[in-house]
C-alpha cells in the first residue's frame, strides 16, 4: 500500500512533466524547454519523505490532534479499572503493555495507534469509559490489542498521514488550475490555436493528468478504507480470541452504534483507526448500497456484531 502511494505520487509529478515536454518541445531555440523530470522527481521524494516521517512521528501527530492526555497515575476509579483491563489484556494478549491515553469527548470510540508493539498507544474517550461496563471495556481493549499484535497500527498509522497527504496537495492543485484557468481564459481565444499550438496528444495527457489530481484524494481514501474495514473483523476476532467472550464485543459495539454521534476529537483522516466510525455511526443507512459501502470507514456494524454473535453460539435455543 504504501509502495503504491510513493508510486501514485510519482506519476502525479511525472505525468507533468511529460506534458511540459510536449507542451515545449516545439518551441523556438531560444524558448524555454523541459527536459529535466523535475516534477515527478521532487513529489516523489515528498512521498517517501512523507511515509519516512510518518513512520517515526505518526502516532505522536494522531494523539496530538485529538487533544488526548496520558494516563500515568489514574485519578479516577474508571481510569483505575482502565488501566487493570489493559494489564489483564496484555497478559491475555502475550503484548507488553501500550501506553493509555483519554481523549475528551463524549461520543464512546477508542483507538490503537503506533509503530509496533513496544511503541504502542491506545486511546478510549471519556465517553467510552462512561458507556461501557467492565466486560464490554475489555473487549474493546483486546480489540485495539489485536490492531497492535497484527501491525494494523503501523500501516494505519502511515496511511493516514499519506491520505491526508494526498487530499492537500489536490486541493491545492484544484485552485491553481481553477485560478489559471480564470486568468488565461481570454487568450485561448486569440488566434494561436488556429497556428498548431499544441497537439491532441497533449491535450489528451493534459486532461488525464488534471483528472488524475482531482481523482487522487477520492483514490487514495478509497483504499486506505478498503484495509481498514478488512482488518476491523480480524481484530473483532482477536478480542473473541483474547478474552473468550464475543458477546461482550457485541453489545459493546451496540451501545456504541447506538449512541451514533460524532467524535468531534477525532479528524476524518484519522477515521480509520477508531474501533467506530468518528463521523458519526447513524450516517449511512443499513440499506445503503455496496457503492456506497467503498467510501465508508469501518463495515457495516451489524455484521460485525452479527459475526460476535455467531461465535458466541452456545447452542441453546430460545
Known sequence: MVAGFIVFFAWLGFGGDVVAYLATRDRAAEAYHHRLPIGGTVLA???????????????????????????????????????????????????????????????????????????????????????????????????????????????????????????????????MLRAGTRVSGGRRRSGDAKKGGIGPLVIVLVVLWVVSWLLAPLITRVLAMSVSRNREFLADAMSAQFTRNPRALATALDKLERAGTP????????????????????????????????FATHPPMAERVRRLEAMAYDGIRA
Open 45 to 175: 521524494l515528498i512521498a517517501v519523505a512523507i511515509a519516512a516521517y510518518s513512520w517515526r512521528t505518526g502516532a505522536r501527530e494522531v494523539l496530538w490532534s485529538t487533544g488526548a492526555r496520558e494516563v500515568i497515575d489514574p485519578q479516577t476509579p474508571d481510569e483505575q479499572r482502565l488501566v487493570n483491563v489493559v494489564d489483564e489484556m496484555a497478559i491475555a494478549s502475550g503484548l507488553p503493555r501500550p501506553r493509555l491515553w483519554i481523549v475528551p469527548d463524549d461520543d464512546p470510540n477508542a483507538f490503537a495507534t503506533g509503530r509496533d508493539e513496544r511503541e504502542a498507544h491506545v486511546a478510549v474517550t471519556a465517553g467510552l469509559l462512561r458507556t461501557l461496563d467492565r466486560d464490554e471495556l475489555q473487549a474493546v481493549v483486546a480489540h485495539e490489542l489485536g490492531h497492535i499484535r497484527n501491525l494494523d497500527v503501523r500501516l494505519m498509522t502511515i496511511l493516514a498521514a499519506l491520505v491526508g497527504t494526498v487530499a492537500l496537495i489536490g486541493d491545492g492543485v484544484f485552485r
Open 263 to 294: 467524535t468531534l476529537a477525532i479528524k476524518k483522516g484519522s477515521a480509520h483507526l477508531c474501533i467506530a466510525d468518528p463521523t458519526g455511526r447513524r450516517a449511512v443507512p443499513m440499506s445503503a448500497s455496496r457503492i456506497a459501502g467503498w
